[in-house]
């Protein structure tokens, strides 16, 4: 069974200039999630997604950050303009979440890791 | 909400030897607990989980924790370490209430270095 996948895998930018990272996850997982892990930190949930609806985006800047799951499947996470501060490694992870009762493990992507200059 | 607090940044261990990496956790419901591993320019992978029952579980890799709700622990432990862990580690926790561990929340890690 193939993983997460992301990509890029490595994105640097200028300060401003726009973003976006890519995740395709794990075949029939309907629960996908983008985290933000920052230097030296545990990773920090942005965004989850329970089939194609965002139903948790309350760490999400809003301002310049957007993500969208279309059809449920992939998922694009997007950055305009990118800030310093945005520097970090972007982490996209899935599950399945039929049975709400029972426990279902998260798998993770290798992440995207992103410098802006 | 819940915090997660890993004692220790950094481990530096000589092969074979014991380790004891240390995690403590607040939160004011019941929640599920997990240890992740993760390898330089690699995702994050489940190493073990308490869910319920024996408070003592074992992972992969030889790797074991031990709940211990009255201290509010869940140290990692491993009798005799190897190169090959040398590694990140995350300790997490996901309130029992939403259901499926949909909701982690990781503490800041720590960087276990396996000296020859």
């Known amino acids: 069974e193939a993983g997460v996948v992301q990509s890029p895998r490595y994105k640097i930018i200028e300060k401003k200039q726009p973003v976006a990272f890519w995740c395709n996850p794990i075949?029939?997982?309907?629960?996908l999630y983008w985290y933000r892990q920052n230097l030296g930190q545990g990773p920090e949930l942005l965004i989850r997604?329970?089939?194609?609806?965002?139903?948790?985006d309350s760490q999400l800047p809003k301002d310049r950050f957007s993500a969208e799951r279309l059809k449920g499947v992939d998922s694009t996470l997007k950055i305009q303009p990118a800030e310093l501060g945005d520097s970090a490694v972007y982490l996209c992870a899935s599950s399945t979440h039929r049975d709400l009762s029972s426990y279902n493990e998260q798998f993770f992507g290798p992440g995207t890791r992103l410098t802006v200059l | 909400a819940q915090s997660v607090t890993q004692l220790d940044s950094q481990v530096p261990v000589f092969e074979e030897a014991p380790v004891e990496l240390r995690c403590n956790y607040s939160?004011?419901?019941?929640?599920?607990l997990f240890w992740y591993v993760q390898y330089p320019n690699q995702g994050l992978q489940l190493l073990l989980k308490?869910?319920?029952?024996?408070?003592l579980v074992k992972g992969i890799n030889g790797f074991e924790a031990e709940f211990n709700k009255s201290q509010t622990s869940f140290h990692l432990r491993k009798p005799s370490v190897h190169i090959s862990d040398t590694a990140e580690y995350f300790c997490a926790v996901s309130p029992i209430s939403s259901g499926s561990a949909r909701q982690l929340t990781f503490g800041s890690g720590t960087q276990l270095t396996v000296l020859p």
């Open positions: 075949s029939g997982h309907n629960t």
């Open positions: 997604y329970e089939n194609e609806e965002a139903v948790d």
């Open positions: 308490y869910l319920s029952g024996s408070t």
């Open positions: 939160s004011s419901v019941s929640v599920y």
